[in-house]
């Protein structure tokens, strides 16, 4: 009966809460379901267009820079939408749509930590990213220190924050395919590993950039549309929206056997903070993972690159944090919507109650609910294309890492034969591509829910700290640099294996034995990489350390001006 | 860039004002920015019971106004900053580009 249904799709709703705090950024574990033909119809017009748009790229890129950087000829507006379309992954879209429809307020608490990195970006890094850079952010962080062991430590951040995403991405990409598409696992995984190769090996950065341009035009406005469905039917009063969610949460209750009084508490606790944050460690740890990750991430750091000025660069990340803090008010009535519309209707809830396809399916089932088949279809192709977008520019920044960082400036000292940078960058986006396959397929149906957020805690430990403290302390050094970062690196990794995600979710320890108790290790990290920044390059008085310093004057003017920048964006 | 033109450039008066105005307006917007997430934060850490607390008879809660207005402060405060930045601020780099290039 009705209320049997409902009282199951609580239970399942309830076993489906994200154990682990960024758990709601991973799509994981899904059953496949039958083959959706619209989606598959309207995902193929989707890769056609961006195979006709990687052709016209691919005519335009000849050089290392045109690679790498679509020649810096990308303006702040169009990049403002690619950098939206790198941070909007389909598992966030996703993610967290299901969370708020799970534990309604939480949901916005998450959504709000990957929104304010971007103003300190903005206010202390953008511009002096986009004067002092040319392809990759160890450009900038190596200014003026010795280029070998700083390039080498930018790049191994660079490859193990672009690995813990793809990852996370790859396995999504398999999960999500299988329930929207109906197509096998590894069909998805070999499909965007496939994609992605074409979009980035022929069209580079111009064509990653457009694919992820189309696709956040795509995902905002399939979100807008599913909003204003939802703010249409309660004649746009949020309290009429809030207020029925209230009531179907405590309907939801009461059929799970709660007494009346119970009920109206559980209704009204998705109005306000629940579990998500706990003790208030995790809770400024995890705030500063995102924070500061968002300005460590090499992927985003890499578009600051590809637009021609710094008023370009501050457009970019004016109208990206714009179109990401819309998309997360959108996610919130989505999550919302999702409650009134697919936990009231038995059509979206399988035979045991629970949400077909599971909680992440909370978005997929309400386009559903309110635009029909078509919409459906809509709303999967964007969530593969999605998907595709944000693989293709992960690869990008990997391969520049290799490429431009390790063979061009360590191995060849700067000097690399014509042509061969962007063959070797070439060479490991093929290398990447399949490695990104081979995981993909070898993590299935494996616990990575805490995948994105070592990225992040890694981005915010080891690339920031160094990027920060060589762009704005004169005194920081060459063995001041790298000694921190590698000490930010390595905490974070290790402190994210012993925390209660990793040593209890994935490898099976006991609840409570995780030795690092606190759900992000940024706080700890963070602090030991600058401080090991600060103390090593206070005692460091060699020769090398010298030459660090006086070049600090030069690159601080360029840094603010711009002036020696122009010959490096005139590609 | 030789050096003698950083030198050059960083003993020009505009450049200085540039740097001293453009990176206290920068570090101003950032602390703001920091009070306001971890303030928020740490309201939910510690007085979960203000932010579930209803504003009127419906089931609105504080909570709801503050985590979007710290979304909406969020855009306007980058808004504010590339402002100032793509206007006053530019045009001081480039009267300081054009004394250094002259």
């Known amino acids: ?571 | 860039m030789q050096d003698n033109l950083a030198e050059r450039i960083a003993a020009d008066p505009n450049y200085q004002s540039l740097k001293a105005k453009r990176s206290r307006y920068g570090w101003i917007l950032t602390i703001a920015m920091l009070i306001v997430y971890y303030g928020y934060i740490l309201l939910i850490a510690f007085d979960k019971e203000m932010l579930a607390a209803r504003i009127g008879d419906g089931v609105m809660t504080w909570g709801i106004p503050l985590g979007f207005g710290v979304i909406i402060f969020t855009i306007i405060i980058t808004g504010v900053y590339v402002r100032r930045a793509n206007g006053e601020f530019d045009e001081l780099s480039e009267k300081v580009r054009r004394e250094a290039l002259k």
């Not at chain 1, 992040?456 to 063995?479: E, R």
């Not at chain 1, 402190?495 to 609840?511: D, H, Q």
Request: with cysteine.
């Open chain 1, 1 to 571: 009966m009705n209320h049997n249904i409902l009282r199951k799709g609580l239970l399942a709703a309830a076993l489906a809460v994200p154990g682990s705090a960024m758990a709601a950024d991973v799509i994981q574990g899904a059953e496949k379901q039958a083959t959706n033909w619209t989606a598959i119809t309207m995902f193929a017009a989707f890769v056609l267009a961006t195979l006709y748009i990687t052709k016209w790229a691919a005519a335009k890129t000849k050089s290392a820079a045109d690679f790498y950087t679509a020649g810096g000829g990308i303006t702040g507006f169009q990049n403002g939408l690619a950098i939206a379309g790198d941070y909007m992954s389909a598992a966030s879209f996703l993610g967290i749509s299901a969370a708020v429809m799970i534990s309604g307020y939480d949901g916005l608490i998450y959504s709000i930590g990957f929104l304010v990195g971007w103003p300190i970006l903005t206010f202390l890094m953008a511009e002096r990213l986009r004067n002092l850079g040319r392809f990759t952010f160890a450009d900038v962080a190596a200014f003026r220190f010795a280029q070998t062991p700083v390039r080498i430590f930018a790049a191994s951040g660079t490859l193990v924050v672009v690995a813990f995403y793809l990852i996370a991405q790859m396995v999504g990409a398999g999960s999500l395919i299988q329930l929207l598409f109906g197509l096998d696992y590894w069909i998805a995984v070999v499909i965007v590993g496939a994609l992605m190769m074409i979009y980035v090996l022929f069209g580079g950065m111009t064509a990653t950039t457009w694919v992820q341009i189309i696709k956040a035009c795509l995902l905002l406005g399939g979100a807008s549309f599913m909003s204003f469905m939802v703010m249409w039917h309660y004649g746009f009063s949020p309290e009429a929206m809030f207020a029925d969610a209230v009531r179907v949460k405590a309907e939801l209750a009461t059929a799970g056997g709660k007494t009346a009084e119970e009920a109206a508490v559980a209704g009204q606790s998705i109005m306000g903070p629940g579990t998500f944050i706990k003790d208030p460690i995790s809770a400024i740890s995890f705030g500063m993972a995102l924070m500061f990750g968002t300005a460590g991430l090499p992927h985003i750091l890499m578009r600051f690159f590809t637009v021609p000025s710094a008023k370009e660069a501050r457009k970019s990340v004016m109208w990206a944090t714009g179109w990401i803090g819309y998309f997360y008010l959108l996610t919130f009535i989505i999550g919302f919507g999702a409650i009134t519309f697919v936990l009231t209707n038995p059509e979206f809830l399988d035979g045991s109650g629970a949400l077909v396809g599971g909680s992440n399916m909370a978005a997929v089932h309400l386009a559903q609910a309110v635009g029909g088949n078509v919409f459906l279809g809509f709303i999967s192709a964007v969530a593969f294309a999605t998907i595709l977008a944000v693989v293709a520019g992960l690869t990008l920044s990997g391969a520049s890492a290799v490429s431009h960082d390790l063979y061009a400036t360590v191995i060849k000292n700067g000097n690399p034969a014509p042509g061969s940078e962007l063959r070797v960058s070439r060479i490991t986006t093929l290398v990447l591509g399949l490695v990104a396959v081979v995981l993909g397929i070898a993590f299935k149906n494996q616990n990575i829910a805490f995948m994105v957020s070592l990225a992040f805690a890694v981005a915010a430990s080891a690339n920031f700290p160094v990027l920060f403290m060589s762009v704005l302390w004169k005194d920081c050094t060459t063995k001041g640099a790298v000694t921190g970062g590698f000490l930010g690196l390595i905490s974070s990794v290790v402190l994210t294996i012993l925390s209660p995600s990793v040593w209890e979710a994935t490898l099976g320890n006991p609840a409570g034995s995780a030795p690092f108790p606190y759900t992000s290790p940024a706080l700890f990290s963070m602090t030991l990489a600058f401080l090991g920044i600060w103390i090593v390059s206070k005692m460091d008085n060699g020769a090398r350390a010298r030459i660090d310093r006086a070049g600090y004057l030069a690159q601080q003017v360029r840094s603010e001006t711009g002036i020696g920048a122009s010959e490096a964006s005139s590609h």
